[in-house]
């Protein structure tokens, strides 16, 4: 599948899981003849820049197969230079047409990253790094008076949408050509289901039940 209309590619997204949570899955692209077929060259429609958990497998979550999404994964969704890159990569190069930042509610990146806050101790070894990727967001959630989990796990969400668009003025530009949009989504964990709680621009609609907000790019 090429898909070259972030309105388009996100669509695709939401079908694929819609049939996801209501089991009706097509495993598309999964069989020998795509793998064979997509050998030589990918064209993904959406590049997914996830939380590395191990229950946030964005081609099952989203029912697509091989060569169908460029996936970037890290703890909390944490976007450093190799992110970046890796995202430069498909947007201009391989010309995809959508980025997604993938989060899920009851984040472990996020609960440690609180944690080390409230104790005043930050963990040991490279898990530091994470927490302090995260920190930026906790502040501005204590800002807004937001203290749960998954309320953090949005504004967190949303920051790491600005802070693609901040930091890559590749991205930047792709979008305000209108050739990229950037999408974050809060996936629930024991539904199965993806909403949209920041869009960039803010005219990508958002699925029904969803509440999103617009992230100045």
Avoid: K, W
């Amino acid at each position: 599948m090429t898909l070259t209309d972030p309105t388009q590619a996100l669509a695709e997204l939401h079908a694929g899981n819609r049939r996801f949570v209501t089991g009706a899955q097509r495993h598309p692209n999964q069989d020998s003849l795509h793998r064979a077929a997509v050998a030589d060259g990918q064209h993904p429609f959406a590049v997914i820049v996830g939380c590395s958990d191990s229950r946030l497998a964005a081609e099952i979550i989203f029912d697509r197969g091989l060569g169908d999404l460029f996936v970037v994964r890290t703890a909390g969704h944490t976007a450093g230079p190799e992110v970046l890159g890796s995202v430069e990569y498909a947007v201009s190069v391989l010309n995809t047409p959508l980025v997604v930042v993938l989060g899920h509610d009851s984040c472990g990146a996020v609960q440690a990253a609180r944690d080390a806050a409230r104790t005043g101790t930050p963990p040991a070894g490279h898990l530091r790094a994470v927490v302090d990727a995260v920190a930026p967001s906790l502040r501005r959630a204590a800002e807004q008076g937001v203290d749960d989990v998954d309320g953090i796990v949005d504004i967190h969400i949303a920051h790491t949408v600005e802070a693609l668009l901040g930091n890559s003025a590749v991205l930047a530009a792709a979008v305000a050509e209108g050739r990229c949009a950037v999408v974050g989504m809060s996936y629930r964990l024991a539904a199965g289901e993806v909403r949209t709680v920041a869009a960039v621009p803010s005219v990508v609609p958002a699925q029904a039940g969803d509440r999103a907000t617009a992230v100045a790019g």
